[in-house]
């Protein structure tokens, strides 16, 4: 077939970009670069023409382009033959990546608002009713670790309820957090120093990660919480007020009791009892 024959069988550049979506000046820098050649080059007046069936080999560089690869790698890559497979499998990690930095980024605006809402009711708290009061101790099966902000604690949880139920042990109470000190600022967001518990009746054998252990009772300053977690440090706040005008002091690490947190519930109907422990001064 001479080049006159092959012309009929192509488009032109402009056409090509069109259906291809991506410009003119796009396709004529890959042609410099010798990673995407036209099929025909006219050799009468210099146009350049490409087939239909080189758009996949045009996808193919997009695609590891998306992928965050320069052209200079993108060229070895393809020169070497890159299966579809392998593509699928980077493509499926760097959406995981991609869903990640979303979700961080969704909770950065959350958190951002509630920063705002805090300011905007300064001098405005709410009231919250505080109650000195007994608790029993408690067994649980626990799991400390410093987990991000975003979706750590949940996953603290599921870690737990997965263990429980390979020993067929079912929760008997509402599941509860103790909050430590420590956090952590890093790249991706902050971390907390958190321990999720959740109450059992009979005690399964510790692994690594799970905790079989008893928590203390005794005399706590409570008060209850409804709404968006990211909000409870009103009551923390109202807490820590009451303890200090009464003569109180915290003994061991604040709790939070989810009486309402169930999954897809709205965050706005969450119910939270706030405890924290105390001893005269």
Known sequence: ???????????????FAQ????????????????????AVLDPDTGYRYYALDQMSYLNRILVLKELGFSLEQIAYLIKEGISLERMRGMFQLRQ????????????????????????????????????????????????????????????????????????TIFPASPSLLLLYSRSVEREEGLYIDVEAAIPISN?????????????????MASTIHTGQ???LGMAHASLYRWINDNGYRIVA?????????????????????????IAGK
């Open 96 to 167: 995981a990546q991609i869903q990640q930095m979303i979700e961080t980024e969704q909770a950065r605006l959350t958190r951002i608002a509630a920063h705002l809402y805090h300011i905007e009711q300064e001098g405005k708290m709410p009231t919250y009713e505080i109650v000195p009061k007994n608790v029993d101790q408690l067994f649980v099966a626990s799991l400390r670790a410093t987990v991000p902000v975003v979706g750590g604690i949940d996953h603290s949880f599921r870690k737990i309820e997965a263990y429980l139920r390979s020993h």
């Open 19 to 38: 259906v291809s979506q991506v410009s003119i000046a796009t396709l004529r820098h890959y042609e410099k670069l010798g990673l995407f050649k036209p």
């Open 253 to 277: 690490p604040p709790r939070q009791i989810r009486l309402r947190h169930e999954e897809g519930l709205d965050p706005a109907e969450y119910i939270t009892e706030v405890q924290f422990p």
């Open 229 to 231: 977690d990211l909000f």
């Open 203 to 219: 005690s399964p054998p510790d692994n690594e990660q799970i905790t079989v252990r008893t928590l203390a009772g005794g005399l």
């Open 1 to 15: 077939m001479n080049e006159r024959q092959k012309l009929q069988n192509v488009l032109k550049i402009g056409e």
